[in-house]
């Protein structure tokens, strides 16, 4: 693939993926479409499999999206009304959303300075007798403190729901993301490490009661046809989503090592510029969903990238505690000093496996450009 190099270097590309797939795709569509079968079906429990393998759980359950997986992963944890879980305010807001809708609170605890995920050493101090879970989000690649988290939560008799939307392929000690905790819960949007072609989700788990209670969840509160034990949801993956999301899982470890060559040349060429590069906590294998550095003068460097057609993009440009929805809590920024930091400094650079070197080259070139003005 050969991109002239005076055209325009977007932040993610999905159709440079798309011509390198597109014949299998299209076979595995082809598989599903004449066969009438299109929810519940061999492709989805094939993926399942396939799925619940290469993390390392003994299941996965297809679900309509990450939001819902986050759901249906903390409902079947029993969390509910009255309820409070502890969670990080530097994600996207659906990952609250998903306490929400189980009618617990949100208990937010800070982040540590370096990988942006949550700081362990304050979780203990959020523990109240109310509170059900711990949800850790596993911030644009990386995977958290996720065995200390684990290890105060059974201490203290919680359930451990790992929010992996953004580390498909991602490992910590070798283990996958997603089979640490009671449920990892994954998203499939277009534009994750593993997308979908539109909106899917994943929930994984070693534990058969919680594999049992999300497949009734996710299916209209049913485990036979029409009988409704429970109040349930229309949160189930469909055949061609996952006809074709397992096709992309033969290519995920490619691409995932694709995005660390990308990553390499960005940390090699950015150290010593005012930024901070992504740091790699140890025993992690960083999947780079996101290449996200801290930078002085964030908003004007933004800007004069974008001027130099090359994308970039803030993610998250608002902690979710500040945001409309969650005010009522009146939290805002107190008691999460490192987030509230970072979320003013955070710029989120070109990311895909398909990038070139030397469009990584001329973004890494561009920065320095910026900074020697």
Avoid at 346 to 355: C, K, W
Wanted: with cysteine.
């Amino acid at each position: 693939m050969v991109i002239p190099t005076n055209t325009a270097i977007p932040v993610e590309d999905l159709k440079r993926q798309w011509q390198q797939i597109e014949p299998e795709i299209m076979e595995a569509v082809r598989r599903v479409l004449p066969t009438g079968k299109y929810t519940l079906g061999p492709e989805l429990a094939a993926f399942e499999s396939e799925f619940a393998q290469y993390v390392g759980t003994t299941y996965s359950i297809g679900i309509s999206s990450g939001t819902a997986a986050l759901h249906l992963g903390l409902a079947a944890c029993g969390v509910g009304p009255g309820d409070e879980v502890i969670t990080v305010p530097n994600t996207y807001v659906a990952t609250v959303f998903a306490i929400s809708y189980c009618g617990a609170t949100p208990i937010f605890v800070d982040v540590e300075p370096d990988t942006f995920n949550m700081n362990t050493e304050q979780i203990e101090a959020k523990i109240t007798s109310r509170t059900r879970a711990i949800l850790p989000v596993h911030l644009y690649g990386q995977v958290s403190n996720i065995e200390a988290i684990v290890e105060i939560a059974r201490k203290h008799n919680l359930k451990v729901v790992e929010d992996c939307a953004h580390t498909h392929g991602a490992t910590h000690h070798g283990r996958f993301a997603g089979s640490f905790g009671d449920v990892g819960c994954f998203s499939f949007y277009p534009t994750k490490v593993m997308g979908a072609f539109g909106d899917g989700g994943m929930c994984t788990t070693s534990d058969p009661a919680i594999n049992e209670k999300i497949r009734q969840l996710r299916y209209m509160g049913q485990r036979t046809k029409y009988n409704h034990e429970i109040v349930g949801f229309q949160e189930r993956l469909d055949e061609l989503q996952a006809a074709m999301l397992r096709v992309k899982l033969r290519y995920l470890d490619e691409w995932v090592k694709q995005r660390q060559r990308v990553a390499a040349i960005y940390d090699e060429m950015l150290t010593g510029l005012p930024v901070q590069i992504p740091v790699v906590a140890s025993g992690n294998e960083h999947a780079y969903y996101l290449y996200t550095i801290k930078a002085d003068r964030r908003d004007e460097l933004k800007q004069y990238l974008l001027d130099h057609s090359i994308g970039c993009y803030i993610v998250y440009p608002y902690l979710v505690p500040e945001t409309g929805a969650y005010q009522s809590l009146g939290v805002g920024r107190t008691g999460i000093p490192q987030a509230a930091q970072d979320v003013d400094k955070i710029l989120s650079l070109p990311m895909f496996p398909e990038l070139l070197d030397e469009e990584a080259i001329q973004v890494c070139n561009t920065i320095r450009a910026f900074y020697s003005d």
